[in-house]
């Protein structure tokens, strides 16, 4: 969707090929499951797919098309990073709240939106209606960290702590762990 | 491997499976084409997988025992986020050197490891035989960046950088991108 949104042309599929490495002939299928746009055009035509009509269609069919807020819960290093990264970095998701257990980070951060003591995470998730947290605490708080925003309610957490996360079925949770990336690559490069 | 790192104890199939998702089948015939240690040892007994001895196997089975060298490129909050996160989050990979193009930043930021300005990247790559970076830039100087590295000898890079790379078959990429993370889990939550 990246790619969509940074060309201004119209796509053929053989070019998101050669951009996505996913094969031109699932990418016609795939995109033939979307029906049309809104008004029921294709969204495809002779010169590729345009991307104002096809990234709404690819929206709409995977429930992307509703605003969602995100927490940011750590604020060390890499969580002031994440809260000060600007929105192009989080793709149309809506940044609402920051969290840490120390008081002193809460109060001096500077920050694009509001933080909290840790303690109000229930309150705050709520009344915001955040779906999901970038949990950036380490690895030794997060277990607790993560019990803490499922209690909350928080349906889906961004884990770069490294560390599993055991939650309730009610949460998704995706890892970022840098040390995985990197022994990919080893392997890649071996 | 994280896992196994942290647990003490011998681990069995069903317990990996209940951490990871794998099912215990793939993990026992995984496992078992490690062959034993380097004694010839096996590396599990009835009491499950030793990690002393599981690990070291996986390592040298996926050419990860050899330490190998990264460097951090683009300085600004996530870059020196990463720069200072200790060597827990980097899984035994050695932080070597830190790049960027304003050397206001590689004079003044605080480090662990030597900063230097962009336009030494092929000398110090290729000095201290650096193999990975974690490219850490603003979107737009991704590409120049990536194509930079890639003149210097580097093998790996980890994509911080909203931004799809075009770089030689000889450079491997895994991009972390914390926006396709946030659609994942909105898709997941649906």
């Not at 995985?180 to 690559?185: H, P, V, W």
Request: glycine share 10%; proline share 5%.
């Amino acid at each position: 969707m990246r790619i969509l949104e940074h060309s201004g042309e119209p796509l053929t599929s053989a070019q998101i090929e050669a951009l996505t490495g996913w094969s031109s002939n699932t990418i016609r299928k795939d995109i033939s499951y979307l029906g049309g746009d809104e008004t029921g055009a294709a969204v495809g035509s002779s010169s590729g797919y345009a991307p104002e009509v096809l990234l709404p269609a690819i929206s709409r069919a995977l429930g992307l098309d509703r605003r969602r807020k995100f927490c940011v819960v750590g604020l060390g290093r890499l969580g002031s990073a994440y809260l000060n990264s600007g929105t192009m970095e989080f793709g149309g998701f809506e940044l609402a709240a920051g969290f840490d257990t120390n008081v002193n980070r809460t109060e001096i951060l500077k920050s694009p939106v509001p933080l909290y003591p840790a303690y109000k995470m229930g309150e705050v998730i709520g009344r915001f209606e955040i779906e999901i947290a970038l949990l950036c605490v380490p690895a030794e708080n997060a277990q607790a960290a993560a019990e803490k925003l499922a209690a909350s309610g928080i349906r889906g957490i961004v884990n770069f702590a490294p560390q599993v996360l055991t939650v309730p079925p009610s949460v998704a949770v995706r890892n970022v762990y840098v040390a995985d990336e990197l022994r990919a690559l080893a392997i890649a490069i071996n």
